[in-house]
């Protein structure tokens, strides 16, 4: 099929593509992911490690070129430990940012008016987030006491 006759991709096809490109990259470095179930609220991605004893969950934003990620009216509202947002997620070359929820909402601007939550390309696009995958690492595992 050529390329001028494919359908236009879809906004839905993008975050699809997106999370499925992240959990591709935490399942390559050695982590379990499991999707959670779409437009819940709450962690698009729930991971964990092999010996179970380290658990998060991501939050996947998708955009087809680099915008601004929409994050709501309430930031104490976003519940995920990381963010992950892929640019470019329907081509062959996507970027992702690792960030943690304490860099959205530190980085975090809202609109003049006082309503929406952005975080704006040139606060996620720095190096210390592109592909940071080196920055999921929690602090040491947590005991689970056996029977509970």
Not at 23 to 50: C, E, F, Y
Not at 92 to 106: I, S
């Amino acid at each position: 099929m050529s390329e001028q006759n494919e359908p236009p991709i879809r906004h839905q096809m993008t975050g699809n593509s997106g999370l499925n490109y992240a959990a591709w990259q935490l399942s390559r470095r050695g982590w379990h992911v499991m999707p959670t179930i779409r437009n819940a609220k709450g962690s698009d991605l729930i991971v964990t490690d092999a010996d179970e004893t380290q658990f998060f969950g991501v939050q996947s934003k998708a955009l087809s070129k680099r915008h601004a990620v929409p994050l709501g009216t309430d930031l104490h509202s976003l519940r995920s430990d990381w963010w992950i947002i892929t640019v470019h997620a329907n081509s062959d070359t996507p970027a992702c940012y690792v960030l943690r929820l304490e860099d959205v909402r530190a980085l975090a601007t809202q609109d003049r008016n006082g309503g929406r939550w952005w975080l704006e390309p040139k606060a996620y696009d720095r190096d210390e987030f592109r592909e940071a995958w080196h920055r999921l690492v929690l602090d040491p595992p947590r005991s689970v006491p056996v029977g509970g």
